[in-house]
């Protein structure tokens, strides 16, 4: 990156027809009215840009906002990177309702450092000068910008320009630029294509950098591009990043059409959300207590969409100049993360009504209980580290995250996160091929949670061997993937009284024993399965030869397994059972046949048998799949030990 090209965004704002274009060319020479319309009516419609110069040569991204309020939504696009407001207010006009709104939505937006420029001193005396320094300082008042620097100026004759430009440069230095995050995210304020270049993008650069090569994500749409070339002030670069206006050709956008409001991001970054927590600040423009349920218009880096308010205060409602945990539950998936800044208008989008900073970028729509919610949502709003991050991991539906995803949703370095992971209120998990991160609560609920759903199982279902893994993971209060539900499940046995057999888990604890009726029942099949020898009745048979009803089929089902367990029947197929020995004479007979003869077929079987075909298959299935037999075509031969 070239040394002359700064990591400083300066914006202007206003009312319209205050002079904030005619400001932008005084300070730097440029016109940022670009388009015709602009040029014939004298008023900014859309975004213009230029740049500042320093004393020694470098370069700060310039920003010229439309004030007409019917363009608001292009001032919002612009605003959402500045670092450094030029606010203007025209000395004969003085304070006008738009000079109320931008400030509103610049207080929002976090913009702290800046400087009210009174323009067109040249029209007015100094009683009138005083008259609206006064009214700029009851604009300011309970704003971030309350204090800062006013100073007259006069674009047409020159006066105060140089101590404006003065007051800009010693603003800016030593200005330290937004924290990278690790990863590049490009709101797009334009996207157009020149002729023999193809696409070109312009957007305020978020988080890290960006290279010539790099491929890009384009969200929430999901495509993909490739950095062609990059552009910073009209001068080629090899990359740029954050606090910068920069400029991308693409290769590979020909068939998608970027426009305001998508964000071209790192391609690690796949997150979009339908649903977000965040701390909200109702302004004054507002003129009413916000509350649940109300229809709003969402605006953060440059895209726009509907949104619908969820208050997450005790009393469902944040009153006027009054803060408070909100949710917000959009139309359309948007591109947050947390720290992220927005502002809120009204469904007719005539007024501002606040706005504030990104919490949770996923938030539950199962918030109980809330008292936990909100203070979790506190916690990531007042601190930071691996507060925070606790914070976030107990927030999200899924049991475990990942490193990368947690730096993502909290807009951080990786490597930070990763050090602040080492704290031992968390538990590192293997998630197939990654490393996943929950914390020591969801961990400890986990183990409780499995515990007494098998501990209600085995009450419920005494006879039952324990509960299928999926039935339990089905049931938990968390979301855990199917593949990595075997790994946590070890894990969690080894920590705890619960004891893995295949896919079914149970209790230490826990023993099938029959007593009572299920016991007198257990003799009564045992002694069926007996007498029917190697042609035992089927399930639904044998409950009719028991005079069972077809509602307790599931009983004896649940039966047989205990009495299978305690080895006195052999499952041989579904719903299939034998008696234990008659299943061991069977296969001895078996055994002894090939003591004769290197196989045996269905037929041979059956007469050793003395029963049907179906019994000998059935056997004969069962053998090959318990290892006993190998089947070579339509016989069977006793497989290798070796």
Known sequence: MPSHIAHAIIGTAGHIDHGKTALVRALTG????????????????DLGFAYFTLPDGTRAGLIDVPGHERFIRNMLAGAHGIDLVLFTVAADDGVMPQSEEHLDILHLLGAARGIFVITKADLVDERRLAEVRD?????????????????????LT????DELRAEIIRQLEGFEARRPTGLFRLPLDRAFVI??????????????????????RVLPGGGEVRVRAIQVHSEPVESAGRCQRVALNLSGAERIELKRGDVLADARLTMVTSRLDAWLEVRPA???ALKSNERVRFFTGTSETMARLIVLEPDGSIAVKRGGLVQLVFNEPMV???????????ETSRRTLGGGRVLNPYGRRSRRPLERYRERLTTLRDQSGAAAIEALINLQDNF?????????????????????????RFVKLSLGDEEGYTTRGKWDDLKNYAAAALKAHHESEPLSPGLEMEALRARLPYEVAARNFRALIDRVSRESEIVREESVLRLKSHRVQLGGEDSKLGARVAEKLAAAGFQPPELKQLAAELGLPASEVGKLRTLLTAMEREGRVVKIATDLYFDRTRFDEARARLLKHFERSPEVSAAVYRDLLGASRKFAIALLDFFDHSGVTTRVGDLRRLRSSG
């Open 30 to 45: 440029q016109e940022t009215d670009r388009l015709k319309e602009e040029r014939e009516r004298g008023i900014s419609i």
């Open 158 to 161: 020159g006066a105060g320009i």
């Open 195 to 216: 002729k023999g270049h193809g696409t070109v993008v312009t957007g305020t650069a978020m988080g890290a950098t960006v290279k010539i090569g790099d491929r890009l």
């Open 286 to 288: 507002a003129r009413r």
């Open 135 to 155: 009214e700029i300082e009851l604009l300011a008042d309970g704003t971030v910008m309350a204090g800062a620097p006013v100073i007259p100026v006069s674009s």
């Open 400 to 424: 475990a995250v990942t490193a990368l995803d947690i730096a993502l949703m909290l807009n951080a370095p990786l490597a930070d996160v990763r050090a602040a992971l080492a704290d031992n």
């Open 336 to 346: 947050a993360l947390a720290g992220d800044r927005f502002v809120i208008r009204d």
